[in-house]
């Protein structure tokens, strides 16, 4: 399976890029007011996207060796994006005020941005693991 190591990675990080874009539009949306970010047909695409999303994440954690995730940056992640959905759950459609949504979209962006860091950085702290050094 890790012959198809690239594939795989590529259709993970294309996923991340979509779902974390469509977020964006979405949030953008429900802010400025708008109808569509709610439809059914956006959220079946939003599902779609997640649900490949995880699978390739899933495809990538059976087939790369466990010691590449010891330092613990996978957990940290995983936590991050509980901690996401959360958020973005509450910024498109859970807030009550408006202030509440653009609060817990800005949040949910900066901790999207986050868990893409960890990602690259492959340490728990992102690009602040440098600053210890």
């Known amino acids: 399976m890790i012959e198809f190591y690239p594939q795989i990675k590529a259709v993970h990080i294309a996923m991340v890029l979509l779902s ?3 977020f964006a539009m ?3 949306g429900v802010l ?7 439809q059914l047909a956006v959220k079946l695409l939003s599902y779609a996207i997640d649900t490949t999303l995880l699978t ?3 495809m990538l954690f059976t087939i790369l060796p466990h010691e590449m995730f010891s330092n613990g940056w996978l957990a940290t992640k995983l936590v ?3 901690v996401y959905i959360g958020l973005g759950t509450f910024a498109l459609k859970r807030g009550r005020t408006q202030r509440t949504r653009a609060v817990t ?3 949910a962006l900066a901790v999207f ?3 893409i860091s960890i990602a690259r950085a492959h340490h728990p702290l992102g690009p ?3 600053l210890g050094s």
Not at 32 to 38: D, N, Q
């Open 105 to 107: 979209y800005v949040a």
């Open 113 to 115: 941005g986050f868990i």
């Open 32 to 38: 400025a007011g708008m109808r569509w970010p709610m």
């Open 26 to 28: 979405r949030g953008a």
């Open 128 to 130: 602040f693991f440098m």
């Open 20 to 22: 974390g874009l469509l």
């Open 56 to 58: 390739a994440a899933l």
């Open 80 to 82: 991050l994006l509980v």
